[in-house]
């Protein structure tokens, strides 16, 4: 068989492949599963937006667990609010602050690895509809969290739960698992400009 | 010293300068006035990512007011949850779905300028912290709406009032007069793998 010609029947093996993946997913079309989401990027909206699908999924008289990873030094709105609806609500803050604020990289691991473990047994909660790990992407960044542990405690989660995972930086393999993934990119700031972080924007 | 401990002292220099860094920023940032934001892109998040800024907004005990300029044909969870707050929140639904379910531009064009005199009615109220225009930008690109005659009005809003735009393709105008821009972008789509779109996740 001349070179050509075994490129060619490559080619056609890949594309046979490349059809029965596709032709899977088309018949895989109606399920309805539990999605892994996944919002990073430099932009503002990553936290904020999986706090609205918190309030959407209320509205449907759903349940919801939250671990915030990296920003329990500050009391946020979020919090403030979402601690009003205990029945509906597992809010959990772990850590303290950001770390340029701990500058402690045995503590920051200590403390992640507690938050993990909170974060485990709402995966393993078949009530729980969404979980949301807020900034959970800083702490694989920062490599406080092993990526393939915490995938394999994702992947193991109820069918019908969702999951978002905030954070810069979302590690590749990541991306990879996810069913959605969004990037919100900074196109400007106020901050840039000057301005302080405002209560009900900012925090 | 060990790798370790080496590690964790470059850790712990890289953060110093860090937080040195974030903190000159947050002491030359002195001004406070309220922010026009402006959610945009393809991406997942924009209109999530401005509810969850309503939460945080309730959560400081600050009034909100929402106008929904097109998804006014569907119920969505976000309503169905904040409208359990009436004392906060004015939220109002106007348009009826999106445009190609209409197919009327005339009856949009009515729809649209009815949207706004409500929307007018909580840009000239001191006492609303947050007025989320939801899906604004498409009734400005589909021109129910002057560009002109919308920023006139946001601009001559009260001073701490803070406005939040989402929708896809942002007018140029507004993303100049803007404070803060996002743009959402899709990265990967559960829906482009051909999952259904989801109660609590798209709706």
Known sequence: MGESAE???????????KKAVV???????RDE????LVHTGNGKGKSSSAFGMVARALGHGLKVGVVQFIKGAASTGEEAFFRRFPEQVRY??????????????QRDIARAAEAWAVARALLADPDIALVVLDELNIALKYGYLELD???A????????????VTGRGAPPGLVEAADTVTE?????????????AQQGIEF
């Not at 490129?7 to 492949?17: L, N, P, W």
């Not at 032709?23 to 079309?29: G, L, N």
């Open 149 to 151: 542990a915490v995938l």
């Open 33 to 36: 599963y539990g999605l892994l």
């Open 92 to 105: 959990h803050v772990m850590g303290e602050g950001f770390t340029w604020e701990t500058q402690d990289r």
């Open 7 to 17: 490129r060619d029947a490559r080619h056609q093996a890949r594309m046979q492949r």
């Open 23 to 29: 032709d899977e997913k088309i018949a895989a079309a």
């Open 184 to 196: 919100m990119a900074l196109v400007k700031h106020a901050f840039q400009a000057g301005v302080k």
């Open 153 to 164: 405690d994702i992947q193991a989660r109820p069918a019908m739960q969702h999951v978002v």
